[in-house]
């Protein structure tokens, strides 16, 4: 099993940028599909981006296309998601997650979780 711990996650203003960090441990993400999902308060969690194994192929919701970036290192067992243009609206817990099946944006596809990082933008 692999467990997952995020970090970089804090408070930023509208228009600022932060880097979230994933690390794995236990098992190297190169046989997994990674992703971050988030979870505003009051609202389900839903998918933000999500990284083949590769790393060739990322596919983003619409609302962070053109300011996120998703992107992995299998060598340091790292995924990470770098935030610019940063909004109020993004204010959520993101979680990293992994999968060992099909890299989909589907969050019942994912079967390791870690435990999430605030993230808070002000207006």
């Known amino acids: 099993q692999v467990q997952l711990v995020e970090s970089g996650g804090g408070l930023a203003q509208a228009g600022g940028s932060l880097r979230l960090s994933c690390a794995a441990s236990g098992r190297t993400i190169s046989t997994y599909g990674m992703g971050w999902f988030r979870q505003a308060p009051g609202k389900e969690r839903e998918f933000v981006a999500v990284?083949?194994?590769?790393?060739?192929?990322?596919y983003y919701t619409d609302s962070v296309k053109g300011r996120f970036t998703i992107s992995r290192d299998n060598a340091k067992n790292t995924v990470y998601l770098q935030m610019n243009s940063l909004k109020p609206e993004d204010t959520a817990i993101y979680y990293c997650?992994?999968?060992?099946?099909?890299?989909?944006?589907?969050?019942?596809?994912?079967?390791?979780w870690g435990q999430g990082t605030q993230v808070t933008v002000s207006s």
């Open positions: 990284i083949k194994r590769s790393g060739a192929s990322t």
């Open positions: 997650a992994a999968t060992t099946g099909v890299t989909t944006t589907t969050l019942r596809t994912y079967n390791y």
